[in-house]
């Protein structure tokens, strides 16, 4: 799944994606094969306890008619008419035996029953069909007959019973498969799933309601008598499918492997990103319609300069992140490939920014500190940088900062990637009155979880910490091993302040990168208020550095490589030259044209995909290898290969870029 706010992961989800369908495909496979041969079993249940042909039922009726009226004569006359109704529920119109009304179901033996030596009845499992496993025995009796004597029976775990009678006591009359009858203990007994299933296709619609009814209540005396001992699983597979693909998350499988602490979880703002464009700061430089939609909201000129209106904001901060400390790391089994941290405005229940990701830099002999801002040789990349700033205009009370400490991972045994969120922290910007509080050096302590649900422990440091045999020292020293994070919160100074006034009221970003920033909403500004016929035209813009930039802010490596140049080419201006918005303007369409541009739509570059050193390596070799500069012989070359054109690569959407 995609992980940075500012490198796009399209197709790495979808091959997730793809995967998973793959295997719940091969579930589904599996469990259709098992119900093919359940209702082989099945046939072959009915073939020998409901008869196989009428022949044979003919004979098994006039043998039951024989030994019925054999025992008649030795009987007393209440019990002649009992067996005239017992024969005349028992045969159907074919002599095969019919199910009698009122039977509740099968029931599975939880655990071996011995019943009583005096009038026990010994049950005589005969060995099922071959393929039909013994416990999907399943037989249709007759109601007992009136004054037969309730015995205990003898079960083993495993057999399927009928329930004849259900007694207040608990004791059930029941029959097993060689027509045994008997007592047994309800809470023995459980209804066999799988019985249940193939009952509900063998009998009647009036049988079928009678017996969910009987079954909803078996399930609530279930509920109620339930044996400490035997707490078999009643769900069938299809419930154990339905529940893997709506429940089953990946830190669920990777905590019960003991891969990751507990506090651990799925990343909430890479599920963000990955809903499309909403949280990307592509979304949220581009100007917004107002209430009316017959203007800019924050984009504005002066009459007499033909500058950008600066325009404040509630809140209008810079931030630098420090460290962390004491953040657990992954166990075995998973390969980190990148630690990083993604703030964005937050009001404790909804993200009210873009989302900004900046990489933490990591030494093996340091597993649970995380630093950033590392010192590195020229210009240090946009995704190591920690000097950060923060616009936010929401009028939401609680507004304040969230931090999700993350990794990207891989999985050795299958190779698949995920994020997962190490822990979070929110710092509160307002106080009850609405007033900014005071900018300085905070210490936050790192929750597990996710910001909405209940704090978590990454480690189970807390428990431990509020445990009443812990001493008060011990709890000083436990309180100091918690996971934190440095973050040094400060006023920006003037000429930043001047430059964040430019930008829209609502963003967070990389500090290196706001000049850029500022230019290009100069230039929004002059294309869509002053270029323009009217207010009302909204045709599409030739300007391909309106129409591209916002792709390049969301891969930082060709914003670093944009940057790079225009630092280069700042330097060569005069003074007063950097100080005259027209000169900057030109020089940012000639830096934008002449080194990004191009790379844009290079067919031989690969997607960028966030913590992939093979795709980051072969796209630097891209950006900044000589031999790969590309120039205008190189373009016009037959040797270089472009991407197929499309319109939207020179012409600029107001209305789409508006209303998104």
Known sequence: MDESASVGNYDQHK?????????????????????QDNFTCMALICQRYVGP?????????IGEKDEESQEDEDEEEDDDDAAKNRAAS???????????????????????????????????????????????????????PQGCPQRDLSVQKGDVLRVLQKNEDGWWLVQDSDSNRGLVPRNYLRVCPRIRYYSRILISPHEQEK?????????????????LDVQPSTSSDWDSVRKTVTEMDATDV???????PPGFRTSTLSRLLEEGMSYRASHYIQPKLSQSELCFKDLHLEPDTGKV?????RVCLTLTLWSCRFIPPPGVGLTVLSRHIRLCAFNGTQVLSNIHTVRAAYSPNSPKAWSFSPRVRGMRPSVLDGDCFLRCDSQSPGLGILFELGTTYVRNSTGQRGNLSCGWSFLQL???SGTLLPLRTHELTVHGGTPYEREADIDGTSSKRGSSNTGVFQQVLMSRKLPKLRVNIKSPNTRTREQLNLLPGTIVGCLSTLPLLAVYRQLLADALLLERVTMQNADLICSSVLATFPEVLDQTDLMDAFKKSWVEAENNLKRSDKKDIGVLKKTFESVFMSGVFPLLFVAGMPTPLWADEDAET?????????????????????????QAFDISQVTYDLLTSAWS
């Open 90 to 144: 028992d045969e159907g119109a074919d002599g095969a035996r019919v199910p009698a009304e009122g039977v509740p179901g099968s029931y599975v033996v939880l655990s071996a029953f011995a019943g009583d030596e005096e009038g026990d009845l010994s049950v005589q499992v005969d060995t099922p069909p071959q393929g039909c496993p013994q416990r999907d025995l399943s037989v249709q009796v007759d109601t007992p």
């Open 430 to 432: 307002l106080d009850d």
């Open 254 to 260: 990777l905590s019960a492997m003991g891969a990751i």
């Open 15 to 35: 091959r997730d994606e793809v995967e998973g369908l793959w295997a719940l495909q091969d579930r589904l496979r599996a469990l259709s094969l098992q119900l």
């Open 53 to 61: 042909s009428s022949n044979d039922a003919e004979e098994d009726s």
């Open 211 to 227: 017996q969910s009814e009987d079954e909803e209540s078996d399930e609530e005396w279930e509920a109620e008598n339930e044996p």
């Open 309 to 313: 209106r600066p325009h404040s904001s």
């Open 618 to 642: 072969c796209r630097a070799r891209f950006i900044y290898s000589p031999t790969q500069k590309i120039t205008m012989e190189t373009m016009l070359s037959s040797s270089h290969t472009h």
